[in-house]
């Protein structure tokens, strides 16, 4: 994978990094404020995040509903590598009943930016949500644009052998449903070369201590009997795909210790840690949204994950 060195992403001004730091210790106080501000803040700086190079289509349909559909990122004729490049698909978060994959002009479409500037194709996806619709609705949708990624993936300059799922959130609980849970794939497998776990909520449950709890409940139901057997992390084993996981030092409540719980669970089963990162001074949303910014450890660790995972059989 080649990368735009042309110009680097904008730095982070001062009042951002200590709004993140005022924010960060009191988070889970409020939720959908902290986050409202991290999406507001950073895409005013996102705005001046370099794109050039970038061939961007929207609204490509990946299936019949209004929200089963998705952005291309391809990269410019100037940035491709020799080859097919790697396909990256985002799936965002917004708690199973929120959510847009154009949060705001520049925010979740600053990840996919980042990778095809760096020989990445990549696509933001969208998906349907609860209430309407409940589990395993989110996975399902997730098998569906895989099939289109890798029908597709050649006639965009990308790799169908080399398919990445990045999630954050609710997202990488869709994401992580579907590569880990074997009822929810096709007879040939999940078709995707790894995984990238950002903040996942892969385990589903209406704790008390969960904010977000009722809506949980919304797209899982309110048996908690059933939570074992429909969280992503049930379903690990020695033969799940290549992993990557990462969470911010300022989560929201429980995310932390089930990205934890699903590092360990990689690790028992295939006798290996997977890579593993908690993200310091960061919270559950600057995670993502500081891609494509001059502060690009996170990306360049995802990348190199992307290069070293080997491609699909």
Not at 88 to 93: D, S
Not at 246 to 258: H, R, W
Not at 264 to 289: D, E, M, W
């Amino acid at each position: 994978m080649n990368s735009d060195n042309r110009r680097p992403g904008p730095a982070i001004p001062a009042a951002l990094h200590d709004l993140m730091k005022q924010v960060g210790p009191i988070w889970r106080n409020d939720v959908p404020g902290h986050v409202r501000q991290m999406a507001e803040g950073f895409s005013a700086v996102l705005a001046h995040a370099p794109k050039e190079g970038v061939v961007r289509t929207n609204d490509l349909a990946y299936g019949a509903h209004p929200r089963q559909c998705l952005d291309l990122f391809q990269p410019g004729r100037d940035m491709e590598t020799a080859g097919a490049a790697p396909l990256l698909m985002f799936l965002h978060g917004g708690a199973f009943v929120d959510g847009e994959r154009n949060r705001s002009d520049e925010f979740y479409a600053n990840i996919l930016y980042f990778f095809a500037r760096h020989g990445v194709l990549g696509v933001n996806l969208e998906y349907r949500r609860a209430p309407e619709f409940v589990y395993p609705s989110g996975a399902e949708d997730v098998a569906l644009a895989v099939a289109w990624a890798r029908a597709n993936a050649a006639r965009h300059g990308g790799d169908a052998q080399r398919i990445f799922l990045m999630a954050h959130s609710a997202g990488a609980a869709h994401a992580a449903g579907y590569a880990y849970d074997r009822r929810r794939q096709p007879a040939s497998g999940p078709g995707i070369a790894g995984l990238i776990v950002i903040s996942g909520r892969v385990r589903a449950d209406n704790l008390a201590e969960n904010p977000n709890a009722r809506k949980v409940e919304a797209y899982y139901g309110s048996d908690a009997s059933l939570f074992e057997e429909r969280s992503p992390v049930a379903h690990v084993d020695a033969g799940s795909v290549p992993t990557f996981v990462a969470f911010a030092e300022y989560e929201n409540p429980l995310i932390d210790l089930y990205c934890t719980e699903l590092a360990y669970r990689l690790a028992t089963a295939q006798r290996r840690a997977p890579p593993l990162l908690r993200l310091r001074g960061h919270n559950h949303t600057s995670i993502v949204a500081h891609f494509n910014t001059a502060e690009d450890f996170l990306g360049r660790e995802i990348l190199d994950f992307i290069a070293t995972t080997p491609p699909l059989a």
